[in-house]
T-cell receptor, first 116, second 113 residues
Framework: DTGVSQDPRHKITKRGQNVTFRCDPI?????LYWYRQTLGQGPEFLTY????????KSRLLSDRFSAERPKGSFSTLEIQRTEQGDSAMYLC??????????????FGQGTRLTVV | EDQVTQSPEALRLQEGESSSLNCSYT??????LFWYRQDPGKGPEFLFT???AGEEKEKERLKATLTKKESFLHITAPKPEDSATYLC??????????????FGTGTLLAVQP
């Protein structure tokens, strides 16, 4: 399978704990995006990387959230001191650079986070 | 403010009963409009990209069209396996080259046999 891979698929954590999610993008894709989706809503943009550089962060991304993409390959999203409001599906997507053909974003299956 | 509105929120069809889903958008400059399908508990699956008014794309029973203010996803003779949430998203051509997607809330389609 050469699609976007996310791990874990499901995570249940207690309020106040830290969690980390991993995303492996499609290998030739330079761009990697993180989105968050709550029930009944569309995905909302959190942040994106072009290779290893984090180029934009949404106002939704509080100081408790941090994302990395070392060496421009896989990415991690860490949430510190989780709150119940962090419960959501966290989606990763990857795409080619703008200006190239077929720059649509392809999504992974997501990580479902439940904070209890 | 950039906005994407999808209607209806939910749609129930009988197998074979054709219909259309609507996506209206308000953006200062449209780079592209995207349709995705999402099954419960899974990530969105890419369907179509439309770039300019008048453009149409087809895939099996689905056909997407674009005007300057809205897009339609036409479903012809749907089957139960077409049941899913259909998401519309736009990319804007300003604010840098983020290419981030702005999504609507989706239309939940149920096709009954």
């Amino acid at each position: 399978d050469t699609g976007v891979s996310q791990d874990p698929r499901h995570k249940i954590t207690k309020r106040g704990q830290n969690v980390t999610f991993r995303c492996d993008p499609i290998s030739e894709h330079n761009r990697l995006y993180w989105y968050r989706q709550t029930l009944g809503q569309g995905p909302e943009f959190l942040t994106y990387f072009q290779n290893e550089a984090q180029l934009e962060k949404s106002r939704l991304l509080s100081d408790r959230f941090s994302a990395e993409r070392p060496k421009g390959s896989f990415s991690t999203l860490e949430i510190q001191r989780t709150e119940q409001g962090d419960s959501a599906m966290y989606l990763c997507a990857s795409s080619l650079l703008p200006g190239q053909p077929n720059t649509e974003a392809f999504f992974g299956q997501g990580t479902r986070l439940t904070v209890v | 403010e950039d906005q994407v509105t999808q209607s209806p929120e939910a749609l129930r069809l009988q197998e074979g009963e054709s219909s259309s889903l609507n996506c209206s958008y308000t953006v200062s400059g449209l780079r592209g409009l995207f349709w995705y399908r999402q099954d419960p508990g899974k990530g969105p699956e890419f369907l179509f990209t439309l770039y300019s008014a008048g453009e149409e794309k087809e895939k099996e029973r689905l056909k997407a069209t674009l005007t300057k203010k809205e897009s339609f996803l036409h479903i012809t003779a749907p089957k139960p396996e077409d049941s899913a949430t259909y998401l519309c998203a736009v990319q804007t051509n300003y604010g840098g080259a983020t290419n981030k997607l702005i999504f609507g809330t989706g239309t939940l389609l149920a096709v009954q046999p």
